[in-house]
């Protein structure tokens, strides 16, 4: 069992910047790969990024490619998504997702095991 709490959304202006993170416990945190995704409302879930076990591979959607960087830190048990540059169509609901079978998983959501409750990211414009 894996369970994930994301913190750190809230309004940001078009052009700023947020950090989000995810805090994960229940089993050895550098042991499985770790997503992001959202979901804006009417929109299905999409991808955003990617990291494998060790935080050496990472993945991005072309849509925030450049802008967004996804990083872990294996002793604190967290993941975190920087992201510059924001647009208002970055506004989503964003949720973390563990695959704990895997090292690294690609931007597909399919497979992965558990999920955050999201945390809420607006930006203004």
């Known amino acids: 069992q894996v369970q994930l709490v994301e913190s750190g959304g809230g309004l940001v202006q078009a052009g700023g910047s947020l950090s989000i993170s995810c805090a994960a416990s229940?089993?050895?945190?550098?042991?499985?790969?770790m997503g992001w995704f959202r979901q804006a409302p009417g929109k299905e879930r999409e991808s955003v990024a990617a990291?494998?076990?060790?935080?050496?591979?990472?993945l991005y959607a072309d849509s925030v490619k450049g802008r967004f960087t996804i990083s872990r830190d294996n002793t604190k048990n967290t993941v975190i998504l920087q992201m510059n540059s924001l647009k208002p169509e970055d506004t989503a609901v964003y949720y973390c997702?563990?695959?704990?079978?895997?090292?690294?998983?690609?931007?597909?959501?399919?497979?992965?095991?558990?999920w955050g409750q999201g945390t809420q990211v607006t930006v203004s414009s």
């Open positions: 229940g089993r050895a945190f550098g042991t499985y790969a």
């Open positions: 997702a563990a695959d704990v079978d895997h090292l690294f998983h690609g931007l597909g959501f399919s497979g992965y095991d558990y």
């Open positions: 990291i494998n076990w060790s935080g050496v591979s990472t």
